[in-house]
């Protein structure tokens, strides 16, 4: 029974489009995050929501809009896609958002834009 | 702003070696520490983490790593490499109290040769 799942797991893609990335976590945690991991393999927070609510938004663009219905979800909707947003998306969720307990992350959806 | 420096941006080393991975970070308050190992096409999982008690923390697969203040760093140890341990190494801080919010290093690749 996974903790942290994503799907899609692999996405490809064409310039322009829309899509999205769904994210749901059954460790009942209260807070969830968003984070892109580059080609260089360097991650970086996109997003964070406590009890559904946005507590992060870390200077991502406007085309990036992050959903959480409950706690135990939270999607990720990307408009307009460009090459640059290929890379790897990890969602995770940690007990709090007092940032001493660790995350544990999801396995990641691949995001390539052709 | 805090920052994470991870020395060597790959790491090779002989099975049975010892296994040094180094983590310096740039706050003047110590902040939660964290190591993470993400094995190939695999999400991020926790290794071990420090939240100011005991300055010699262990984790999984026998790691271990000890934060020292006055040289802020946090670096990541194994007696004894495993063939298994080849992967990518992340070193991460979170601040206290900043919505979870972890800075990661931009990662060590460890190598094992048989």
């Known amino acids: 029974d996974t903790a942290v799942s994503q799907t899609p797991k692999y996405l490809v893609t064409q310039m322009g489009n829309d899509k999205s990335i769904k994210c749901e976590q059954n460790l009942g945690h209260d807070t969830m995050y968003w984070y892109k991991q580059d080609s260089k393999k360097f991650l970086k927070i996109m997003f964070s929501?406590?009890?559904?609510?946005?507590?992060i938004n870390e200077t991502v663009p406007n085309r990036f809009s992050p959903k959480s219905p409950d706690k135990a979800h939270l999607n990720l909707h990307i408009n307009s896609l460009e090459l640059g947003d290929s890379a790897v998306y990890f969602c995770a969720s940690s007990q709090d958002s007092g940032g001493a307990r660790g995350y544990t992350f999801g396995s990641g959806t691949r995001l390539t834009v052709v | 702003a805090q920052s994470v420096t991870q020395l060597g941006s790959h790491v090779s080393v002989s099975e049975g070696a010892l296994v040094l991975l180094r983590c310096n970070y740039s706050s003047s308050v110590p902040p939660y520490l964290f190591w993470y190992v993400q094995y190939p096409n695999q999400g991020l999982q926790l290794l071990l983490k420090?939240?100011?008690?005991?300055?010699l923390v262990k984790g999984i697969n026998g790691f271990e790593a000890e934060f020292k203040k006055s040289e802020t760093s946090f670096h990541l140890t194994k007696p004894s490499a495993h063939m298994s341990d080849a992967a990518e190494y992340f070193c991460a801080v979170s601040e206290r109290n900043q919505g979870g919010k972890l800075i990661f290093g931009q990662g060590t690749e460890l190598s094992v040769k048989p």
């Open positions: 929501y406590n009890n559904k609510e946005l507590i």
């Open positions: 420090y939240t100011s008690a005991a300055t």
